[in-house]
């Protein structure tokens, strides 16, 4: 007999998140009204966060497959071979609506999660990453947000001892009321020692471990997978609390326990908590599932059979245990201070069955929770493709010099050192190139071997033309890691858009991911894992669509990685890819002459960008070229001038007379590189790149300590510098707005 004293009305049903036809699609499933667990555990599963009801049928077109992919999505995380027995894992998530609610308790929790999606499957974190997006500076709420998720950040991170080694922080008025923190993580694992969520065995126990549960986090998953509206603050109990010392006796506990043979299948506890994870493990084994929860470890009195389903407490793990083993597990979990409880079993019988103090709260066809869920084929419209912004229609400025130095200080040009000084990013010892340049880089063991990181998307391109932005995100990814020198791998994605039950949000969802896909085969860049966060959305308004990608790269030697400083006075300074000064949605459009409207962002000619990255990726490992930087947000001028502030190096150069000088300076073209080598070789470099079919000029030399741009005033790098990194200091250092 199943317990049931609570009356299901169209009200709770809507509270829950559940529509009136989804919730007839459930009382046809069942054949009859759900108990208000069921119903819970029904809303958990059915969500958006979890069931990627709106996405599905678009994310089965991107790439997932390639020679070096171990295990693409559908798991914990993505697993890539790296060679000689050991691979990487790595993912993305989001973690929006809590951070804005709770700033610190939601970004930390955020990395909390990423971290144990990683090491359930083996891994041990070595590098963590976070793509930060807030509202415009002078919103009251914004810097109460950015200080508390910069700490949350921080504050898990550090403690837990994971290096924190790059990513990216945007400001942008459509992000007022909904901040967006990306997390993603990376560790390294044998191949031969990777484990996954598939529980296999009928009669096993399935085992909790890790932190007792409390009510924190209760229906998390669900609001996450709504707009915020006026109400939202009431939502702060949803918000989970995490502690990073407890996580990191979890981690070492679980690679002991892994090390002994006894796990059969794994699953953290993340959104919908132990719904989730015990639905996902017994179904993708075709298993059924009981679950006593009198045995699950609380920290709280008198929690229902509701409550424990759908509690996201952080830090705790399920699995499925060898029986012979078991004990020997337990004694491993009890050596590290944690939870270790036989609370079910795996069935043959299909069945997701919950007990609470001897009754029966919940018994479901375990399959149709996960395989059933509603999959819609949103209607979509496309974005309207918007017309190129000819050069010669953007006004020239009078002075070129001050604009470059407004640019470098500008709320998204400006440096991030307040942000990842409060990282730690030397921790563990093998970071070799930190947060600021264009990708992170860390060494694997002792050497020579070493991996790079990145993350890369530019809203605004993805708002004008979704598909064009799409293919720009994946390829800005893919160059970061090639000038590092390293091979792009793989990648994964944070997919970032308002509401998708708006046809024209659909459509820069459908574009945005039509773009991605085009450029990831272009690139042999397949995307191994990734997450959806849909309904970003504040009374209406919708955030610019962020699809956030994430690039893992390989360096076979660590000598051989190249940095964004230049090295010398008096080398050679060369631009690798064409320039036609393309200004639509650049930055000097955008925020130095205020052109806000929907102008066509630079084009990605894929050709283009494998061609040119493949060359610099060869004449690095050559050891041929002394530093190399991407060229992207505020164009070349920015480029040199960040390379030069890297260094104090200062440089001389020249525009070519073909172009308005401003275009050549502030224009955004793609698929481009800034170089440096000695003048001996600039013969030979520029032979090969001749011969190779890529575009390759010379502007100048370096030397001195400022910017000399043929035809513009000299800017000393000391005034360059305190623009670039005064801004964010004192934007952080003045009176709160919520306080005045």
Known sequence: MIANDVKITPQLVAEHGLKPDEYQRILDLIGREPTLTELGIFSAMWNEHCSYKSSKKWLRTLPTTGPRVICGPGENAGVVDIGDGQAIIFKMESHNHPSYIEPYQGAATGVGGILRDVFTMGARPIAALNALRFGAPEHPRTRHVVSGVVAGVGGYGNSFGVPTIGGEVNFDESYNGNCLVNA?????????????????????????????????????????????DKDTEEKRPTVQIGDPF????????????????????????????????????????????????????????????????LSESQERMLMVLDPAKEKQAEAVFHKWGLDFAVVGYTTDDLRFRIKRHGEVMADLPIKELGDQAPEYDRPWVPTPKPAALASADVAAPNDISEVLVKIVGLPDMASRRWVWEQYDHLIQGNTAIGPGGDAAVIRIGDGPKALAFTLDVSPRYCAADPQEGGKQAVAECWRNLTAVGAEPLAATDNLNFGNPEKPDIMGQFVGCIQGIGEACRALDFPIVSGNVSLYNETNGKGILPTPAIGGVGLLPDIASRMTVAFKANGEAIIVIGETKGHLGQSIYARDILGRRGAEAPPPVDLAVERRNGDFIRTEIRAGNLTAVHDASDGGLFITLAEMAMASGIGATFQAPKDLPLHAWAFGEDQARYVVTLPETTVKSFLDRAARAGVSASRIGATGGNELTLAGSNPISLTRLKAAHEGWFPAYMAAPDLLDA
């Open 184 to 228: 993603f993580a990376a560790g390294l694992a044998d191949t031969d020692k990777i484990f996954y969520s598939e529980a296999k065995g009928v009669g096993l126990p399935i085992v909790y471990l890790g932190s007792k549960t409390g009510r924190d986090g209760i229906h998390g998953a669900t609001m996450a997978s709504a707009e915020f």
């Open 246 to 309: 407890s996580e990191k006796l979890l981690l070492e506990a679980c690679l002991e326990l892994m090390a002994t043979g006894a796990v059969i299948a794994i699953q953290d506890m993340g959104a919908a908590g132990l719904t989730c994870s015990a639905v996902e493990m017994g179904a993708k084994g075709d298993l059924g599932v009981e679950l006593d929860l009198d045995k699950v470890p609380c920290r709280e009195e008198g929690m229902t059979a509701y409550e424990m389903m």
